[in-house]
Structure formats: structure tokens, C-alpha cells
Nanobody, 117 residues
Framework: QVQLVESGGGLVQAGGSLRLSCAGSGSIFGLNAMGWYRQVPGKQRELVATITAGGLTNYADSVKGRFTISMDNAKNGMYLQMNSLKPEDPAVYYC???????????WGQGTKVTVSS
């Protein structure tokens, strides 16, 4: 059974950096892409960044130039380097993995990011 576990969230000052990690246990057959999403209370979960199995990346406009997504195929791992954090970035960040057998994705439980101004 595939499980994704996020880590690396916490409290940081505006302008600071955090690196989120997503560790996957179990093999993901037919992995297409992985991604980071975030959600604040009362709002829908939104895409932050995605990366395909081939390494192609896509970012939300709000994080372009500040966040970098990367993937470790061998470890079923994924990372999100977040620099220049802004007061609008706080949220619970979720990692997800999408495969041909589970298009809706496998999801982690989330890690909370808080930014102090």
C-alpha cells in the first residue's frame, strides 16, 4: 500500500526559506507525476507545483521564481524548496502522486507552513 508522508513544515519569518519533503513508501506503478498542493481553511486546495516522471515542472504563478520542486525517482521522494516566503504562503501543504492506476492520486496528510510577518 502506498503512503506519502510530508515533513519540513514549520514557522518561518517572511523572506525566509523552508524545504518540504515527501517520502513515499511502497512502489507506485505507472507513476506519471507528483505534485505539491496547499490549502487554507475555508478555501479550496490549490496547486503549487507539479513534476512529471520525466522531470517537467509546472508552477502556480504565485510561486514562480520562489519555489522549486524536485523528485527523487529512486526513493519515491519529492521536495519543495520554498524561498522568499510571503505572508500569503501559509497553508497546509500536501504532496500527491498520480499514476495510471490511480488518476485521483495518492495523498499525504499534509504539513503546516506558517509565515510570520
Amino acid at each position: 500500500q502506498v503512503q506519502l508522508v510530508e515533513s519540513g513544515g514549520g514557522l518561518v519569518q517572511a523572506g525566509g526559506s523552508l524545504r518540504l519533503s515527501c517520502a513515499g513508501s511502497g512502489s507506485i506503478f505507472g507513476l506519471n507525476a507528483m505534485g505539491w498542493y496547499r490549502q487554507v481553511p475555508g478555501k479550496q486546495r490549490e496547486l503549487v507545483a507539479t513534476i512529471t516522471a520525466g522531470g517537467l515542472t509546472n508552477y502556480a504563478d504565485s510561486v514562480k521564481g520562489r519555489f522549486t520542486i524536485s523528485m527523487d525517482n529512486a526513493k519515491n521522494g519529492m521536495y519543495l524548496q520554498m524561498n522568499s516566503l510571503k505572508p500569503e504562503d501559509p497553508a497546509v501543504y500536501y504532496c500527491a502522486a498520480f499514476s495510471i492506476v490511480r488518476p485521483g492520486g495518492y495523498w499525504g496528510q499534509g504539513t503546516k507552513v506558517t509565515v510570520s510577518s
